[in-house]
């Protein structure tokens, strides 16, 4: 037993040994973005830009980001907005109005209807690919508007022949509004303090992370398109196979767009289950290829720590259960047992990856006392992804075929659903109930007993404690607002 626990010990210690360093590149670190590489865009000849708004029952919310892209500070006949809608229903007072506006600011404007969501959003991306023949290719989500110079500050970066695309940086708007919000905001800009930034500050491959993002056609169409089957992330899908083909993307870490955060922990636990499937699936389909890869070595290892970095929380929540299990046995409490608990504990808290996560937030803002609250507590709440990693690896390993749902945001958050109210969402909190009454369990029985076991007990059953009272709000307040909604149509 004592060696399944080392185990778990090791693979956690690498991923806080991997996020260490890459905060000590962050902090010490030099972009490889230079002022050559930011030159006037006049310098350079003006391609063509096609930007992709794949949408799905998001109706209206699509208008700021198309009026957004309207605004941009490039030659507006070189702009093309396409609308990729795969809703039940068409919307055509939207068409109507975009259609209008695009010709007031003298824009290209697209509006194609997909009568099925065959390949979901790769499918929605690749039929839009067909309507239109424009090099560059933005890729934006409904809920994303674009920064005026969005276009003056990526377009320079892809002079380079193998350059596969810009990725940028963004903002919630409504970050540190609740620890559910914060926790998705703490993710991202972690991710790109920590990760984003730090391959571009070693010159290695960033990678496109769904949006936001300008992407050469050339290399998509090198590559094959965007993956439709198996259901797959298909930013890390295309990051890697870009990857194994020689391209690189960069990354220019400058907030250029924002959107909106769900402030509902149930549907942010189920788009983290989506993520977390997607990603593991996109590992598995492309990891073969990238020891063979045209890439530095150094680009390969940060590849494949990425992978142990992003599933942290399983890691150390596999390490709760068997030291919780090591106790229940009654087994011998070793001196390396001892040592091995009292490091995890002290680390889950104070480790690397937590001070990472809250020094990437700080980079990037200023907080309130009321927000340093709101951030220590959704990174607490962060451990509580556990719930949406295992049921993503699961629907990888058994092949399912579940439909893809869009998170709903802004007013798809309130909109009436049949499923809201049915048996099946009153389970969804079963894990962390379990989660709470096993290790507060331990923790209570074992604590006096066992004092270097507590913190690492402790901090799984005080996430999902956090994670079970924002569903709980979550539930309440979606129903009160379902509530007012029905009454407003009765």
Same mark, same amino acid.
């Given at each position: 037993?004592?060696?399944?626990?080392?185990?778990?010990?090791?693979?956690?210690?690498?991923?806080?040994?991997?996020?260490?360093?890459?905060?000590?590149?962050?902090?010490?670190?030099?972009?490889?973005?230079?002022?050559?590489?930011?030159?006037?865009?006049?310098?350079?000849?003006?391609?063509?830009?096609?930007?992709?708004? !794949?949408?799905?029952?998001?109706?209206?919310?699509?208008?700021?980001?198309?009026?957004?892209?309207?605004?941009?500070?490039?030659?507006?006949?070189?702009?093309?907005?396409?609308?990729?809608?795969?809703?039940?229903? @068409?919307?055509?007072?939207?068409?109507?109005?975009?259609?209008?506006?695009?010709?007031?600011?003298?824009?290209?404007?697209?509006?194609?209807?997909?009568?099925?969501?065959?390949?979901?959003?790769?499918?929605?991306?690749?039929?839009?690919?067909?309507?239109?023949?424009?090099?560059?290719?933005?890729?934006?989500?409904?809920?994303?508007?674009?920064?005026?110079?969005?276009?003056?500050?990526?377009?320079?970066?892809?002079?380079?022949?193998?350059?596969?695309?810009?990725?940028?940086?963004?903002?919630?708007?409504?970050?540190?509004?609740?620890?559910?919000?914060?926790?998705?905001?703490?993710?991202?800009?972690?991710?790109?303090?920590?990760?984003?930034?730090?391959?571009?500050?070693?010159?290695?491959?960033?990678?496109?992370?769904?949006?936001?993002?300008?992407?050469?056609?050339?290399?998509?169409?090198?590559?094959?398109?965007?993956?439709?089957?198996?259901?797959?992330?298909?930013?890390?899908?295309?990051?890697?196979?870009?990857?194994?083909?020689?391209?690189?993307?960069?990354?220019?870490?400058?907030?250029?767009?924002?959107?909106?955060?769900? !402030?509902?922990?149930?549907?942010?636990?189920?788009? @983290?289950?989506?993520?977390?499937?997607?990603?593991? @699936?996109?590992?598995?389909?492309?990891?073969?290829?990238?020891?063979?890869?045209?890439?530095?070595?150094?680009?390969?290892?940060?590849?494949?720590?990425?992978?142990?970095?992003?599933?942290?929380?399983?890691?150390?929540?596999?390490?709760?259960?068997?030291?919780?299990?090591?106790?229940?046995?009654?087994?011998?409490?070793?001196?390396?047992?001892?040592?091995? @608990?009292?490091?995890?504990?002290?680390?889950?808290? &104070?480790?690397?990856?937590?001070?990472?996560?809250?020094?990437?937030?700080?980079?990037?803002?200023?907080?309130?006392?009321?927000?340093?609250?709101?951030?220590?507590?959704?990174?607490?709440?962060?451990?509580?992804?556990?719930?949406?990693?295992?049921?993503?690896?699961?629907?990888?390993?058994?092949?399912?075929?579940?439909?893809?749902?869009?998170? !709903?945001?802004?007013?798809?958050?309130?909109?009436?659903?049949?499923?809201?109210?049915?048996?099946?969402?009153?389970?969804?909190?079963?894990?962390? &109930?379990?989660?709470?009454?096993?290790?507060?369990?331990?923790?209570?029985?074992?604590?006096?007993?066992?004092?270097?076991?507590?913190?690492?007990?402790?901090?799984?059953?005080?996430?999902?404690?956090?994670?079970?009272?924002?569903?709980?709000?979550?539930?309440?307040?979606?129903?009160?607002?379902?509530?007012?909604?029905?009454?407003?149509?009765?």
């Amino acid at each position: 037993m004592i060696a399944i626990v080392i185990i778990f010990f090791v693979l956690a210690s690498l991923a806080q040994l991997r996020a260490l360093c890459t905060l000590i590149v962050d902090v010490n670190g030099k972009s490889k973005i230079s002022n050559i590489d930011q030159r006037k865009i006049h310098a350079i000849t003006l391609p063509k830009i096609l930007v992709q708004v !794949p949408v799905y029952n998001e109706g209206w919310e699509v208008k700021d980001a198309a009026l957004g892209v309207m605004r941009l500070d490039y030659p507006r006949e070189r702009i093309c907005l396409q609308i990729i809608d795969d809703s039940p229903v @068409q919307w055509p007072d939207l068409v109507q109005f975009l259609q209008q506006e695009a010709e007031k600011a003298g824009i290209g404007f697209q509006y194609l209807y997909r009568p099925s969501r065959k390949g979901y959003k790769s499918g929605a991306l690749n039929y839009g690919l067909l309507h239109c023949d424009h090099p560059y290719v933005v890729v934006l989500d409904a809920d994303f508007v674009l920064q005026p110079d969005f276009l003056q500050r990526t377009v320079p970066l892809l002079s380079a022949v193998r350059t596969a695309g810009v990725q940028t940086r963004w903002h919630y708007r409504n970050r540190f509004a609740s620890p559910t919000v914060t926790i998705q905001s703490t993710i991202f800009e972690t991710i790109f303090a920590l990760e984003q930034s730090v391959r571009d500050k070693l010159g290695i491959p960033a990678f496109f992370t769904g949006t936001a993002a300008i992407i050469k056609r050339q290399c998509i169409e090198e590559i094959g398109g965007w993956r439709e089957e198996p259901f797959t992330a298909e930013d890390i899908d295309l990051s890697f196979r870009a990857y194994n083909k020689g391209y690189r993307f960069r990354y220019l870490d400058e907030d250029l767009s924002g959107c909106e955060a769900t !402030p509902n922990y149930i549907s942010f636990r189920k788009q @983290q289950q989506r993520w977390a499937r997607g990603v593991f @699936q996109a590992g598995i389909d492309n990891i073969a290829g990238i020891l063979p890869a045209p890439q530095p070595v150094r680009s390969k290892l940060m590849e494949i720590s990425t992978v142990l970095y992003n599933f942290f929380p399983l890691v150390m929540f596999l390490l709760a259960v068997s030291s919780s299990v090591y106790l229940l046995a009654g087994l011998e409490r070793t001196n390396t047992w001892k040592t091995i @608990q009292w490091i995890s504990g002290i680390a889950i808290l &104070l480790g690397p990856v937590p001070l990472g996560m809250f020094f990437a937030v700080r980079k990037y803002n200023r907080l309130s006392s009321r927000e340093y609250g709101n951030l220590l507590t959704g990174i607490l709440l962060g451990m509580n992804l556990v719930w949406s990693i295992i049921p993503g690896i699961w629907e990888v390993i058994s092949q399912s075929k579940k439909e893809f749902v869009v998170t !709903p945001k802004g007013l798809n958050a309130v909109a009436v659903k049949k499923r809201s109210f049915s048996r099946k969402s009153l389970w969804i909190g079963l894990p962390e &109930l379990l989660s709470v009454c096993y290790f507060g369990g331990i923790v209570v029985t074992y604590g006096k007993q066992y004092p270097e076991s507590v913190l690492l007990c402790a901090v799984p059953a005080a996430s999902a404690l956090i994670a079970g009272i924002a569903m709980l709000q979550s539930k309440i307040t979606s129903t009160k607002k379902q509530m007012t909604l029905i009454k407003s149509y009765s």
